[in-house]
Every structure is written in structure tokens, then in C-alpha cells.
């Protein structure tokens, strides 16, 4: 069960960075904190709509993950999904696109 708590932590810190009482850093870290507490699912139809919407290929995902082109095809075939660091990557990719992570 999700604990809420992390979430409204997370929405009360970004009022105070928007006024400037909260680091760029530390927002981070509580951004980094909410994101470990949500599960991430990653279909095989999601991970391709990331890849078109960022305009690259399977090649320069993989290169960007750190993951062999195999896996990437794999994902995209649901034979295999993205888990741990691989899967917070394509996370923040689809949510704030790929200059987030690059």
C-alpha cells in the first residue's frame, strides 16, 4: 500500500522551492524520494510511445540506458520488462523528457 504522506511532502516542497525557501538539490532528493515510493510499470506499448515521443531509436535508448539493444527490443516486444534503475530512467524520460537524464 502507498504511503500518501510522501506525496503531499512532495507537493508542500515544491511550493516552498517555487519560492525559493527550497534548494534546486533538495527538491532532487525529494523528487528522487516520491519517485522510489511509486511503482513503475512498464508495458511493452509504453516503452516504444517513450521512444517515439523522445524521436530516437532503439540503438541510441539502449546507448542511453546503459542496456544492450536486445533488451530494449525485448521490452518492446513484452517478452521482458525494464526493472530497477532501467526502469526509473524511462520514467523520467516519459515525464520530463530526455534531456532530464542526458
Excluded at 511532502?9 to 527550497?22: D, L, T
Excluded at 527538491?27 to 515521443?53: G, N, Q, V, Y
Excluded at 539502449?62 to 518492446?76: D, G, N, R
Aim: glycine share 4%.
Amino acid at each position: 500500500m502507498k504511503d500518501e504522506r510522501i506525496d503531499r511532502v512532495q507537493v508542500m516542497a515544491r511550493r516552498f522551492h517555487e519560492k525559493g525557501a527550497v534548494s534546486q538539490i533538495t527538491m532532487r532528493k525529494i523528487d528522487a524520494l516520491a519517485l522510489h515510493d511509486k511503482p513503475i510499470e512498464m508495458t511493452a506499448s509504453r516503452i516504444k510511445e517513450i521512444r517515439l515521443k523522445a524521436h530516437i531509436s532503439q540503438g541510441v535508448l539502449a546507448s542511453v540506458l546503459a542496456m544492450s539493444i536486445e533488451s530494449i527490443q525485448k521490452w518492446e516486444q513484452g517478452k521482458s520488462q525494464p526493472n530497477g534503475a532501467a526502469a526509473r530512467l524511462l520514467y523520467l524520460i516519459d515525464k520530463k523528457g530526455l534531456e532530464s537524464i542526458l
